[in-house]
C-alpha cells in the first residue's frame, strides 16, 4: 500500500485556498503565514504519515509531497524518520530552463486549486514569484554537503545524481525515476483483440480464432487508424493468436511482440467456462472471489503476478511516444489500472469491452480515459464483483464448509 500526504493540502485546510505568492516569501512574518506556521505545518504532516506507517499493517511506503526547501527542514524529517526506525529518501527535481518551465506552470500548475477561476497571465505571474520566494531560501542537495543523506537528484529532467541508494525499494524508485519523461505529452491507445470463438462460448484463456465480428472489428480498426492518421504509431501485440490477426488489419509497418502482454494464465481452468470451473472446483471459484486480485489459479497466474510481469512494459510506456497496444483483458485492467491510479483491490473489476478502443492522454495530474467504441456486437466477457453473502451462498450449496486448507469460509467471510 502507498499513501501520498500533501502538506500543501494540509496548508489549504487551515489557511484557504488562492493564497498570493507573498505567502510563501521568507519575508513574511505576517500571523499565519509566518515561517513558524509553515513549519508547523509540515511537521504535522509528517507525524500523520509516520502514524500511518507504524499503526497500519499493510503500509510499506508513505510519499511526502512538500518542497522541504532547507536542510534544516530535511534534517528535521530525517530525525523524525530515524525516531520511528523509518527509511527515509529524497527525491529532488531541478529545472533552469526558462522557456520549459513556463511551459509547465501554464500546462500543469495553473489547474491547482490556488488558481481556480484567476486568469491565466495573473497566475502565471503569480506563481513565477511563488518560484522566486523560493529560491530566496532554497539549499539543493549537495554530493558534498549532504552525503549522509539518501536522495535522487534530478536535473533537466536528463541528468540524475544518486547518492547512498541501498534498499530495493529505493533502487527501484531510482529506476522508476530514470525511465521516466515527463516532457514528452504521449496519446496511448489499447485495444482487446477481436471477439474470438472462446469468448462466443464463455470460455477463458486458450489461444482461438477470431470469430466473424471479431474479423469485423479488425477490418473497422484498420479503417480507424488510417482515418485518425495513427499509421504511423508502433503497434504492441502480445504472442497471442487473437492480437496477431487483429493487428494485422492495421496498416502500421512498425510492430512488436510482447511476451509480457499475453493473458493472465487461468492455469488448470484455462479453456473452461466459468460455469465449468464453479462445477469442477467450487472451492477454487470461492477463493477467487473472495480475493480476485491475490488469488492465483492451481499452476496459473494472479492479477498480482501480471502486474509484476507488465513492469517492464509499463516502464516503456512511461519512457516513449505514443503507441497503439493490442492485448487483453485482464492486461489492460492491469496498465489502465496503473494509469488513472485504481486501486490494486479494483483492478479486476475495471471495465474492457471488446471491440472498443480506449485514448488515455496524460495531463498535469493524472490521464484522461476515452473509450471509442465501433458498434459491432460481441459477447460481454465482465464478470461484475459478487457480494460476500452471494458467495456464502454458493458454498453452503455445495456443500463446502472450508475454503483453503486452514481457513474455515465464514471465518474468512466475517
Known amino acids: 500500500a502507498v499513501v501520498s ?5 494540509y496548508r489549504r485546510s487551515m489557511v484557504g485556498v488562492n493564497m498570493s505568492s507573498d505567502y510563501y516569501s521568507p519575508d513574511n512574518m505576517d500571523g499565519v503565514c509566518s515561517r513558524t506556521f509553515n513549519r508547523k505545518v509540515a511537521l504535522h504532516a509528517v507525524d500523520e504519515l509516520l502514524s500511518w506507517l507504524n499503526e497500519d499493517p499493510d503500509a510499506v511506503v508513505g510519499i511526502l509531497d512538500a518542497t522541504n526547501t532547507t536542510r534544516d527542514r530535511r534534517r528535521l524529517i530525517s530525525e523524525r524518520c530515524a525516531k520511528s526506525n523509518i527509511q527515509i529518501m529524497f527525491i529532488e527535481s531541478v529545472l533552469d530552463i526558462p522557456e520549459v518551465e513556463e511551459r509547465n506552470i501554464r500546462e500543469h500548475k495553473l489547474r491547482c486549486p490556488d488558481y481556480q477561476g484567476c486568469d491565466p497571465d495573473d497566475a502565471f505571474q503569480d506563481f513565477s514569484q511563488r ?54 505529452q504521449p496519446t496511448l491507445y489499447f ?116 502486474c509484476c510481469r507488465l513492469e517492464p512494459v509499463i516502464m516503456d510506456l512511461e519512457k516513449g511516444g505514443s503507441v497503439f497496444v493490442i492485448c487483453h483483458q485482464a492486461v489492460l485492467r492491469c496498465i489502465v489500472g496503473y494509469l488513472l491510479d485504481i486501486p490494486v483491490e479494483e483492478i479486476p473489476y475495471i471495465k474492457i469491452p471488446l471491440h472498443t478502443v480506449i485514448k488515455i492522454v496524460p495531463t498535469a495530474y493524472g490521464c484522461e480515459r476515452e473509450d471509442i467504441k465501433f458498434g459491432i456486437s460481441s459477447a460481454i466477457t465482465h464478470r461484475d464483483k459478487q457480494s460476500v453473502e452471494s458467495i456464502e451462498k454458493r458454498l453452503i450449496d455445495a456443500g463446502i464448509n472450508k475454503v483453503g486448507s486452514t481457513y474455515l469460509w465464514n471465518g474468512l467471510l466475517s
Not at 477481436?194 to 470469430?211: A, Y
Open 191 to 306: 485495444t482487446r483483440h477481436g471477439e474470438t470463438e472462446f469468448n462466443m462460448d464463455g470460455k477463458i484463456g486458450g489461444d482461438s480464432c477470431l470469430s466473424e465480428n471479431g474479423r469485423r472489428y479488425g477490418e473497422e480498426l484498420g479503417r480507424f487508424v488510417r482515418e485518425e492518421g495513427l499509421s504511423e504509431l508502433p503497434v504492441w501485440t502480445s504472442l497471442m493468436r487473437r492480437t496477431l490477426e487483429t493487428g494485422s488489419y492495421l496498416p502500421n509497418t512498425s510492430v512488436e511482440r510482447y511476451k509480457a502482454l499475453n493473458e493472465l494464465d487461468a492455469g488448470q481452468c484455462d479453456g473452461l467456462t466459468y460455469q465449468q470451473i464453479e462445477t469442477d472446483y467450487p472451492e477454487e471459484f470461492a477463493l477467487r472471489d473472495l480475493d480476485k486480485y491475490n488469488y492465483r489459479y492451481p499452476r496459473g497466474e494472479s492479477y498480482h503476478d501480471l
Open 131 to 184: 518560484i522566486k520566494n523560493y529560491k530566496k531560501v532554497y539549499q539543493t542537495l549537495s554530493l558534498e554537503l549532504d552525503r549522509e543523506l539518501t536522495f535522487i537528484r534530478v536535473s533537466n529532467v536528463t541528468q540524475f545524481h544518486i547518492n547512498s541508494v541501498n534498499s530495493t525499494i529505493q533502487s527501484k524508485s531510482a529506476y522508476f525515476l530514470m525511465n521516466l519523461r515527463p516532457h514528452i
Open 5 to 9: 500526504t500533501q502538506s500543501t493540502g
